[in-house]
């Protein structure tokens, strides 16, 4: 069975990864197509701006969990390292629980505002704007689902030593 649960993790980390990398690799041909366009050829392409700027939306929302699980999020550790350790693993735990409660606020509301923008159009794609504002609701759910799959570790500060973040091939079997 937990062999079962680590395979299902690492597909949902590197489906993560993967979207994360489509989306950054779109922005940037938009953006140079539309730097191009506009320093060489005079004009500019305002979906191509309006859709870049939705994607940044998006992988921050979405790339916050993959930023959590190697521990490049700013944080404020002084006052943590000075207490003694179990007491430091029950504040780390409790600051857990409280970033997972503020995480599943965060994703019904999320999808109060999705609700609210859905009848609204975007300017220039002229798609519903409860698209773009769907990465509010998405990106608090893959980021509290992060947070859980790797709870232990960020009670004890332990970045990148989960058997996920490894690299390995999803696909090929586990030595026992």
Do not use: C
């Given at each position: 069975?937990?062999?079962?649960?680590?395979?299902?993790?690492?597909?949902?980390?590197?489906?993560?990864?993967?979207?994360?990398?489509?989306?950054?690799?779109?922005?940037?041909?938009?953006?140079?197509?539309?730097?191009?366009?506009?320093?060489?050829?005079?004009?500019?392409?305002?979906?191509?701006?309006?859709?870049?700027?939705?994607?940044?939306?998006?992988?921050?929302?979405?790339?916050?969990?993959?930023?959590?699980?190697?521990?490049?999020?700013?944080?404020?550790?002084?006052?943590?390292?000075?207490?003694?350790?179990?007491?430091?693993?029950?504040?780390?735990?409790?600051?857990?629980?409280?970033?997972?409660?503020?995480?599943?606020?965060?994703?019904?509301?999320?999808?109060?505002?999705?609700?609210?923008?859905?009848?609204?159009?975007?300017?220039?794609t002229q798609i519903p704007?409860?698209?773009?504002?769907?990465?509010?609701?998405?990106?608090?759910?893959?980021?509290?689902?992060?947070?859980?799959?790797?709870?232990?570790?960020?009670?004890?500060?332990?970045?990148?030593?989960?058997?996920?973040?490894?690299?390995?091939?999803?696909?090929?079997?586990?030595?026992?």
């Open positions: 069975m937990y062999s079962v649960l680590v395979k299902l993790e690492k597909i949902f980390l590197r489906t993560n990864q993967v979207l994360l990398g489509v989306m950054m690799g779109l922005m940037f041909i938009l953006v140079f197509l539309n730097v191009v366009t506009r320093y060489l050829l005079g004009f500019s392409f305002a979906t191509a701006e309006e859709i870049s700027t939705f994607l940044m939306i998006w992988i921050t929302y979405i790339g916050a969990g993959l930023a959590l699980r190697e521990g490049r999020l700013a944080a404020i550790d002084l006052f943590q390292d000075l207490l003694p350790a179990q007491v430091r693993r029950a504040v780390r735990a409790f600051l857990g629980v409280t970033v997972l409660l503020f995480f599943a606020v965060l994703a019904f509301y999320g999808v109060k505002m999705v609700e609210f923008g859905w009848a609204q159009e975007t300017w220039a704007r409860g698209i773009p504002y769907l990465a509010v609701p998405i990106g608090a759910v893959v980021f509290g689902l992060h947070l859980v799959l790797m709870f232990r570790d960020w009670i004890d500060r332990q970045w990148g030593e989960s058997p996920v973040t490894e690299e390995s091939n999803l696909f090929e079997p586990e030595a026992s």
